[in-house]
């Protein structure tokens, strides 16, 4: 055999072992588990780990333990040490482009997440469920979420949704939703205070009766003005000729509150919210009280995800209710 025909026979083995490569890791990509192959492709597109496990809905631990099982499978390493992220082996890379093209022979659709809906009120989404509801879209992040807040009975009139979470009177969870929805459930009562900063308030200076709060700015949140059961608060706003802020932002009045020596009605677990407030108590005869209530829509209730929903607002309820006692 001459040296040349030699030289051609390599060529063509040479030219044949990338066909033959590509053939042998699209067979392997066709035999993988869906579950695994999903695991690694988000992995390698997401370049992270942790992103990874929150667009799947599971723990990074249990993302690294499938994907380590893919690697014992498959026999090779599919990602390489790396200072930024995750970074793909030549083989993961390998992987990664079968995946690909496999998932375009098969035109596969992306599958559609369900819309959730949540209808709250404004104060109870910023001081109670926003760090639950934050840490619910860490751990997924395939979640369709439309969160609606409500700052009137108006409001709540209009509103369409999976969850609703309201405030009303304490006997009775009218006004509610004007559609069809299960038996309301009652998550807790709040007792409302006026709130000073300790800041801007030694202890022998702070308001012990109403007379007292004429030395005070007074900031109002407008959505409270047409409740009934906070009308002493209410009247003595109304009665104000200067010294008083009216608004329709519930975080500005906090802030008008912690840092413009302001007095505002606030629930009365704010101190526990934030330790910078304090309630003045006793400034009233009667106590000034609201209800929590939740209903889920009839249509709706069977849903996994809004029975997911419904569970992580009681527990959240449920964790907090040190705040509700007394």
């Not at 690697?71 to 083989?91: H, I, T």
């Not at 035109?107 to 209808?119: E, G, S």
């Not at 006997?171 to 006026?194: C, K, N, Q």
Request: aromatic share 6%; hydrophobic share 45%; proline share 5%.
């Amino acid at each position: 055999m001459s040296f040349m025909e030699t030289t051609g026979d390599r060529r063509i083995a040479d030219n044949r072992a990338p066909l033959d490569k590509t053939a042998v890791w699209r067979t392997r990509a066709r035999e993988i588990d869906p579950l695994l192959a999903k695991c690694f492709s988000v992995s390698a597109r997401c370049g992270c780990f942790m992103q990874a496990a929150r667009r799947l809905n599971i723990k990074a631990t249990r993302l690294r333990k499938l994907l380590a099982q893919l690697e014992a499978q498959l026999q090779c390493s599919l990602f390489s040490p790396s200072d930024n992220g995750v970074a793909l082996s030549r083989n993961g890379l390998q992987l990664q482009s079968q995946l690909i093209a496999l998932a375009h022979e098969r035109d596969l659709p992306v599958m559609q997440q369900p819309l959730l809906r949540l209808a709250v009120a404004e104060s109870i989404l910023h001081d109670i469920l926003g760090r639950d509801l934050v840490a619910l879209l860490r751990r997924n992040a395939s979640v369709r979420l439309e969160i609606i807040t409500l700052d009137s009975e108006l409001s709540l009139q209009a509103v369409s949704a999976d969850v609703v979470v309201w405030l009303a009177g304490t006997d009775s969870p009218l006004p509610g939703p004007s559609f069809a929805v299960s038996e309301p459930r009652r998550l807790a009562r709040i007792d409302y205070l006026p709130h000073i900063a300790k800041r801007y308030s030694r202890v022998a200076s702070r308001p012990d009766t109403l007379d007292d709060l004429a030395d005070f700015l007074l900031v109002q949140w407008q959505p409270d003005r047409q409740i009934d059961s906070l009308r002493p608060w209410n009247d003595v706003v109304d009665q104000r000729l200067a010294g008083v802020v009216q608004l329709h932002s519930y975080e500005l009045m906090l802030e008008m509150i912690r840092c413009s020596a302001c007095i505002g009605l606030l629930p009365g677990y704010m101190s526990r919210f934030d330790r910078g407030l304090i309630g003045l108590r006793d400034l009233f005869g009667q106590p000034l009280q609201r209800q929590v209530w939740m209903a889920v829509n009839a249509e709706s209730q069977g849903e996994s995800q809004v029975q997911g929903l419904v569970e992580l607002i009681q527990n959240t309820f449920h964790e907090r209710r040190e705040w509700f006692e007394g």
